[in-house]
């Protein structure tokens, strides 16, 4: 008993002596390096979301047939920062970076992807900053991570923790942009680079408090979409039968974009007319169909708000695609996951008109859920997203959606950086 007690005084004293004593294996210098990363990243995504709002609004003043000149000349001025400063590349090109370059994303062609991205999506293209801003702040990540003397798997992780952080920062959830970030760099094994997960939540976390202080956004749901009772058995039935469309739409974009790469390809002329020519036909969609201008965010809630005839939903759908189609292939700069976000709500609109007396939240978030799935192949990250962004937190519905919009993905994904991997790794084995 006399030795017991004297043990317990000891320990005591010992914990009042080392009361900042933190244990090695949890709190390290690695931890401190992905929250710096993640800070960095919010403070970098939040600058540009404030910048790219002022411009949008001083720009958006400009309406009507005025509307395709001036797209036509953001399409021109885009080209030209692209021409001269470095063409920043698209997401295979960064997800092949990852892959097969140790995890580097070179930082030189930042300044040209920040000025070129602002330009398209502030005048109207059809895609969001969640692509611009995941290169630039994930090679933020890998230029702290050099400086620091980091190699191999540890640089690629911290890499990855900052395209995670850029991610949580535009969709507002941190597990789900870590996700994300991982589920992206390869469609079939979501655990390949594992050991980058918790680097990416710490800074997702980290990046997600920063963005939010710097924008004042308020935390919740992106989107105000009607309330539902509690989730039924037959909502997983009927959610696989609402994402049977979404994946049908998912095919009708992949299809879109090879055709219109197909034909901007042939186009043997510099990037710049390439851009100005995509710039004039997507003024033209946004001169007769004023929703298939911007990258959706905003307008999303104005069709769940709005009153629409089934023909225009149809119309509006089938633009809506081939605008974000032309502006992917033309070479303008952003990211179609909050565009194609927005395409499934109208799909989901459309349907809601088609069989009335559906539950249109279901209907919509599990197209939205099918129709991602099928063209990223994201499936687990896109069902806690939509979950976070949607206020839908009856989660199992929206797998079965995303589940099943991946199942019924082409065999060939639209990033096709996604296969690389696999295909590298069957050549060196035969």
């Known amino acids: ?175 789900g942009g870590s996700l994300f970030a991982l589920e992206i760099l390869d469609h079939k094994h979501v655990t390949r680079y594992y050991k980058a997960f918790m680097p990416a939540l710490v800074a997702s976390c980290a990046s997600y408090l920063v963005f939010v202080l710097v924008t004042h956004l308020r935390i919740g749901p992106a989107w105000n979409f009607p309330a539902v009772e509690d989730a039924k058995l037959g909502d997983i039935f009927y959610a696989v039968a609402y994402s049977l469309a979404g994946a049908a739409t998912g095919w009708l974009f992949i299809l879109l974009v090879r055709n219109f790469k197909w034909i901007f390809r042939r186009i043997k002329l510099p990037v710049y007319y390439k851009l100005t020519i995509g710039g004039f036909f997507l003024g033209v969609m946004a001169y007769y169909i004023p929703l298939t201008r911007y990258f959706g965010h905003e307008q999303l809630t104005e069709v769940l708000t709005g009153s629409f005839t089934i023909q225009f939903l149809c119309i509006l759908l089938l633009m809506k695609l081939i605008a974000i189609a032309i502006t ?23 349907i809601n008109q088609l069989f009335a007396g559906q539950n249109l939240t279901l209907i919509t978030v599990c197209c939205m859920a099918a129709l991602n799935a099928c063209v990223t192949r994201t499936p687990v990250s ?49």
């Not at 019924?408 to 990033?415: G, M, N």
């Open 382 to 430: 896109i069902s806690i997203l939509l979950g976070a962004m949607t206020g839908f937190h009856q989660i199992i519905p929206i797998i079965f959606a995303s589940l099943t919009g991946y199942f019924l993905a082409p065999k060939s994904p639209l990033i096709q950086a996604q296969m690389a991997l696999e295909h590298s790794t069957k050549v060196i084995a035969d």
């Open 1 to 175: 008993m006399k030795y017991s007690r004297s043990k317990k005084i000891l320990e005591l004293q010992h914990n009042v002596k080392n009361p900042f004593k933190f244990n090695p294996f949890v709190y390290n210098k690695n931890f401190l390096l992905w929250t710096i990363v993640g800070i960095t990243g919010g403070v970098i995504a939040g600058a540009y979301w404030i910048v790219l709002e002022h411009a949008t609004a001083m720009l958006a003043i400009i309406q009507g047939v005025y509307v395709i000149p001036f797209m036509t000349i953001a399409g021109l001025a885009a080209g030209l920062i692209i021409y001269k400063l470095g063409d920043p590349g698209e997401i295979d090109l960064m997800v092949d970076n990852i892959h097969f370059k140790g995890g580097r994303l070179e930082p030189r062609n930042n300044p040209s992807m920040i000025l070129s991205s602002l330009i398209c999506i502030a005048a109207g293209g059809s895609l969001g900053p969640e692509a611009p801003l995941v290169q630039v702040v994930g090679s933020t990540g890998t230029y702290i991570a050099r400086k620091l003397g980091y190699k191999g798997e540890d640089l690629r992780s911290i890499t990855i923790a900052g395209m995670a952080s850029a991610f949580t920062a535009l969709f507002g959830a941190p597990l």
């Open 328 to 350: 992917v292939t033309s070479g303008w700069r952003g990211g179609f996951i909050i565009p194609l976000l927005f395409a499934g709500t109208v799909l989901g609109l459309l």
